[in-house]
């Protein structure tokens, strides 16, 4: 952008605003990262303390899952893939090395590997596609299902997602045909984190100091996460939009339970919310004995346009829910927005003829921003919660309000 012709606009040069050439420079500060704990692989030993290295927790080799799970025998769908992946008997081949290479990793972190059931091509136009899945996994009757799809192809796996978790109501997880092709071990890593918690198990847990941390002095402490998944604007059949709701359950944040609804197509403010909140209360009443003494509630998918509106819906609908349970809980309501334009670099340096030297690294996990450009009568603060290795990474804006209710 020339800024020399918008500082020249009439309208600037009206209004008398003006533009500066550098950044702002503000202060911030780097929040300590937790570590977390593995299990070790010979019995007696130690819990292994794995600490994070710029926003990284790598899992070593020669430990294992906190909980290891039994993967039962198991099923896999290969969807209609490019003109690039080969035949299906090739496909077939790949496949079959793959699960082969993920299972030996499964079983050298503590996991017992399943038998596969067969590995079956979906041939039918999408129209059919549906049909054919519930059939197929109707016929083999698998306990786990694994689906091979091609980039590009989120609406056949939105399908086969819904049939197997509205319709059939079996645990699943989605491969891509380019990740298999290439076989990397970071990326089976991945995929067993996830096969592993969706079969029982649990990966690591945090530290006895970083749960003592989260507890803040409450011994029955709960956390309630809500997001917002939005279809495609430009989908012809509008589907609606789907609310998540994710709640703990016990004092080491391992144990959690779900509830969805479906709401209006693109709409942040869900209108009634009281019964999943009671929902997920009375699964921590039933692990834990009783109510938490405070909760957290995180709200994602939020404009700050919108903001106020949310507040009044979505507070009155918990202070309802704690008035039927007749609970007395603290609570803490956190708006958490992605959608803003501030960014954050590093600082820059200066080289021997006193230019600045830019950093090609993004700034580090854990930074939090809550001083200059932040509401000066509120709580509101940015924090970069994850590690960025392309580009700017946006950072999230927190709106936390703390509210007694008795």
């Given amino acids: 952008m020339d800024i020399s012709r918008v500082r020249s606009h009439p309208l600037m040069l009206e209004t008398g605003l003006t533009i500066e050439d550098h950044f702002i420079e503000i202060g911030g500060r780097v929040l300590p990262l937790p570590a977390i704990e593995y299990r070790p692989r010979r019995e007696n030993s130690p819990p292994v303390v794995v600490t994070p290295i710029n926003g990284q927790w790598t899992m070593a080799r020669g430990v294992q899952y906190q909980k290891s799970a039994v993967m039962p025998a198991y099923l896999v769908l290969v969807f209609p893939i490019g003109r690039s992946s080969g035949c299906p008997c090739m496909a077939q081949n790949r496949v079959v090395q793959f699960l082969q290479q993920m299972g030996q990793e499964a079983v050298s972190r503590g996991m017992t590997w399943g038998n596969l059931i067969n590995i079956y091509n979906i041939e039918q136009p999408p129209e059919r596609m549906v049909a054919e899945i519930t059939e197929c996994v109707q016929h083999f009757n698998p306990k786990f299902v694994f689906g091979i799809f091609d980039r590009g192809t989120d609406r056949m796996y939105s399908d086969w997602k819904a049939v197997m978790d509205n319709h059939l109501g079996i ?101 009634q919310i009281t019964e999943k909140i009671k929902n997920l209360l009375h699964a921590y009443r039933a692990s834990c004995g009783r109510f938490p003494e405070l909760l957290i509630v995180y709200r994602d998918g939020v404009t700050r346009t919108q903001e106020g509106e949310l507040n009044r819906n979505d507070l009155r609908c918990i202070r309802e829910a704690f008035r039927q349970l007749n609970a007395q809980i603290e609570l803490v309501f956190v708006v958490v927005n992605k959608m803003h ?64 209710m008795h």
Wanted: with cysteine; proline share 6%; aromatic share 10%.
């Fill in 171 to 271: 645990p699943s997880q989605g491969l891509l045909n380019q990740t298999i092709d290439r076989n990397p071990r970071g990326c089976i890593d991945n995929i067993l984190f996830k096969v592993n918690i969706k079969c029982g198990g649990n990966n690591n847990t945090l530290t006895e100091n970083g749960l003592d941390n989260l507890k803040m002095l409450h011994r029955y402490f709960m956390v309630i996460g809500i997001s917002l998944s939005h279809g495609q604007t430009k989908d012809e059949d509008c589907k609606p939009s789907y609310a998540g709701f994710v709640g703990s359950t016990d004092d080491t944040f391992r144990s959690w339970v779900s509830e969805v609804m479906v709401t209006e197509a693109n709409d942040a403010v869900l209108p």
């Fill in 341 to 404: 334009r501030t960014r954050f670099f590093q600082k820059p340096t200066k080289n021997a003829m006193g230019a600045p030297v830019y950093s090609r690294d993004n700034i580090p996990p854990g930074l939090i921003v809550d001083d200059q450009i932040v509401d000066p009568y509120g709580d509101d603060f940015y924090l970069a919660s994850h590690r960025g290795l392309l580009v700017c990474t946006e950072r999230t804006h927190i709106f936390p309000q703390s509210l007694f």
